[in-house]
């Protein structure tokens, strides 16, 4: 069964600063990676999507994938108070219909 | 913006206990998810449903039904709640159901099982 194990649990970044959420994979179907950002209070809102290999920038974030590596991270330049979040990586399978299963979160806090 | 409403916010129910958590989204998505939220586990898929009548099983299904009546609404069923249940409970939609499709998350529910 897919393991998805996100790192640090927490993480206290500048503002301003870059934070670096991590996350890696277990199984090598996989094929379709989010990331999921949650505010206190609130449901899970998608962030970013990253399906190919390399880099994707959207923003002050951008998503890096490596599938050789089962790695998948996000990083966030010139980090605001506002990003201060549970953070959550979500991985899904090639194929038919499939779930995403997702990883237990880093909490971000951006400190003015 | 995709709409998704969960009601009620907050429950509280004794073990044994009947409970129905409710979801509508508004925005004709095919696909309706429930999930569980609890730390040091992330989200965890309990049901999901792609069309009204429809139900398939998720990955923590025990001790839950579900039952999507048509294509707006979404209901979970815990016929004999118990304390392990106590948990924050999404609700999310997707126009599609692979996962290349955004999900869309409700504001959750909050469940406590005495």
């Known amino acids: 069964q897919q393991k998805v194990q996100q790192s640090p649990e927490s993480l206290i970044v500048p503002e301003g600063g870059m934070a670096s959420l991590n996350c890696t994979f277990s199984d090598r179907n996989s094929q379709y990676f989010w990331w999921y950002r949650q505010h206190s209070g609130e449901g899970p809102k998608a962030l970013m999507s990253i399906f190919s290999n390399g880099d994707k920038k959207e923003g002050r974030f951008t998503a890096h994938l490596n599938k050789a590596s089962l790695y998948v991270s996000l990083h966030i330049k010139d980090s605001q108070p506002s990003d201060s979040a549970l953070y959550f990586c979500a991985v899904g399978l090639s194929g038919s219909f499939n779930k995403l299963t997702f990883g237990a979160g880093t909490r971000l806090a951006v400190c003015p | 913006e995709a709409a998704v409403t969960q009601s009620p916010r907050n429950k509280v129910t004794v073990t044994g206990g009947n409970v129905t958590l409710s979801c509508r989204q508004t925005n004709s998505h095919n696909y309706m998810y429930w999930y569980r939220q609890d730390t040091g586990h992330g989200l965890r898929l309990i049901h999901y449903?792609?069309?009204?009548?429809?139900?398939q099983i998720g990955d923590v299904p025990d001790g839950y039904k579900a039952t999507r009546t048509t294509q707006e609404d979404f209901f979970l069923l815990l016929e004999l709640a118990s304390p392990s249940q106590t948990s924050l409970y999404f609700c999310?939609?997707?126009?599609?159901?692979?996962?290349?499709?955004?999900?869309?998350f409700g504001p959750g529910t909050r469940l406590t099982v005495l």
């Open positions: 449903s792609y069309g009204a009548g429809n139900l």
């Open positions: 999310a939609s997707s126009v599609g159901g692979g996962n290349y499709a955004e999900q869309f």
